[in-house]
């Protein structure tokens, strides 16, 4: 079993459209957790970083955690087409370790 | 501009030819980290340095070495390179190890081993 699992998607929604982005891990070590949006041909880029449960705001997005659950997830309110992109669920402890979930491809349509 | 860049970016290769892709940050990061990118797996971490001569075995860590004699550069050696080596590859650098959140990726580098 792998320690983040990811809902695979694709995702496509019409612009304007709540989305829903979501990760579940096992291992209860893990203390870090973010998300990361990936342009094709890109790098990945930080998108949002929290480190307890509960929710967190920025502009549109919102990153909620569920310690309890070990349950994460994305939302985007009012998602436009230059949303589209690869989001990547991480989670990290505090000694280094990084893992990624397998990424969901979001599409926009406008 | 603070960046992390790796070089080449492109490469194409044959089976037990060995080869190094370079990381460099000028950020001053005490942490750099290689993943390794497939189709369906998402990022997975190969290496990972805590701060200079300190590296510690991500997830995949079989058929690749690193080393970290600077606190910049952070290089991945394949030695003997095999076709289950063709990926995507990033390297990643921040403050440290214990502020992941703001880790900064390089641009990647496309392997092909043939």
């Known amino acids: 079993q792998k320690e983040v699992e990811q809902d695979p998607g694709p995702l496509s929604v019409p612009e304007g459209a709540i989305v829903s982005l979501n990760c579940t891990y096992s291992?209860?070590?893990?203390?870090?957790f973010m998300w990361y949006r990936q342009y094709s041909r890109k790098g990945p880029e930080l998108l949002m970083y929290?480190?307890?449960?509960g929710n967190k705001e920025d502009g549109r997005f919102t990153a909620q955690v569920d310690k309890s659950s070990k349950y994460i997830s994305l939302f985007i309110r009012d998602s436009q087409p230059s949303d589209s992109a690869t989001y990547l669920c991480a989670i990290n402890t505090n000694a280094g370790k990084s893992t990624f979930g397998d990424g969901t491809t979001l599409t926009v349509k406008p | 501009e603070a960046q992390v860049t790796q070089n080449p970016r492109y490469l194409i290769t044959v089976t037990g030819k060995k080869l190094t892709v370079t990381c460099s940050q000028n950020?001053?990061?005490?942490?750099m980290s290689w993943y390794r990118q497939d189709p369906g797996l998402g990022l997975r971490q190969i290496y990972y340095?805590?701060?200079?001569?300190?590296?510690d075995k991500g997830d995949v860590p079989e058929g690749y070495k690193v080393s970290r004699k600077e606190k910049r550069n952070f290089p991945l050696i394949l030695e003997s390179p095999s076709p289950n080596q063709t990926s995507l590859y990033f390297c990643a650098s921040s403050l440290s190890g214990q502020h992941q959140e703001t880790q900064y990726f390089g641009p990647g580098t496309r392997l092909l081993v043939l």
């Open positions: 950020m001053n990061h005490e942490y």
């Open positions: 929290t480190y307890s449960s």
């Open positions: 291992n209860s070590a893990f203390q870090y």
């Open positions: 340095s805590m701060n200079v001569e300190v590296t």
